[in-house]
């Protein structure tokens, strides 16, 4: 082999590298991109992880952004853990389009109370195609409670196209502070082509279950239309209770569960 073509193999084998070199750089690059919460080019919004969705969230809280008319997308499936209440004292409101593009929101959280739900905010716009598995939600009655999972009780939204599966662990420990707890509702809206598989574990020593004078009232879907100003349609619920603890509820007089 002659100098030159020894030259031409050398010139190339560089080429060839820095070529592959500057490729992974890009790689990276679109990998870095891709993190957080983002504008795209087409001036949507991109939640690509938990810390992208904390931003959103905290965006309409703290900082009194209300992404009118903006369409916000969920990228990837995430997992968040909610540890503290969201203070909802200023009315931080959402009046967009939060799409999640059937993706996935694992959702744990030690106690569930007012201002933990998924969306901690009076929700004015539409939240769709969303999957959403509670992987870790208790329910305490060591105090009076009056929320539902996804969205505050100022909400008058619409909720389309959501699925919502896990486990509700409801721990009665006070025998006169009620319970009122629901998977979907809003203040008025529309709720359409949604489902609940949620299954709800109620427990109880039998001397609270004996002297339990409170209401109970879990359920999937909200209030009875004729109580609320929410529209169903076509929406059903496949979870389960557990009948133990129902039948023995249910059988004293002054026990009430709806």
């Known amino acids: 082999m002659n100098e030159k073509s020894r030259n031409n193999i050398y010139c190339y084998f560089i080429i060839s590298i820095i070529t592959f070199l500057m490729f992974c750089g890009l790689m990276i690059v679109n990998v870095k991109a891709a993190t957080g919460f983002t504008q795209n080019d087409n001036g949507e919004y991109e939640i690509w992880d938990s810390n992208g969705f904390n931003d959103f969230k905290n965006q309409i809280i703290i900082d009194g952004e209300d992404f009118n008319n903006q369409i916000v997308v969920l990228k990837n499936d995430i997992s968040i853990k909610v540890n503290e209440s969201a203070d909802d004292s200023n009315w931080p409101e959402f009046d967009g389009e939060f799409d999640g593009q059937n993706h996935t929101i694992n959702y744990s959280t030690d106690q569930f109370e007012k201002g933990k739900e998924i969306f901690p905010f009076d929700v004015e716009g539409t939240i769709k195609n969303l999957k959403v598995n509670m992987e870790e939600l208790q329910l305490d009655n060591d105090n009076e409670f ?113």
């Open 146 to 258: 009056n929320n539902s999972l996804l969205v505050n009780e100022y909400s008058e939204c619409s909720l389309i196209g959501i699925e919502v599966t896990g486990t509700v662990n409801v721990n009665i420990t006070n025998t006169d502070n009620n319970i009122y707890f629901t998977v979907f509702d809003s203040m008025s809206g529309k709720i359409r082509d949604c489902s609940s598989g949620v299954n709800f574990d109620i427990n109880a020593s039998q001397n609270t279950l004996n002297s339990f004078k409170a209401y109970l009232n879990i359920s999937e879907f909200g209030n009875t239309p004729s109580a609320t100003r929410t529209e169903f349609i076509n929406c059903f619920s496949y979870g389960t209770y557990n009948n133990t603890f129902i039948n023995q509820l249910c059988s004293g007089s002054r026990n009430r569960i709806n």
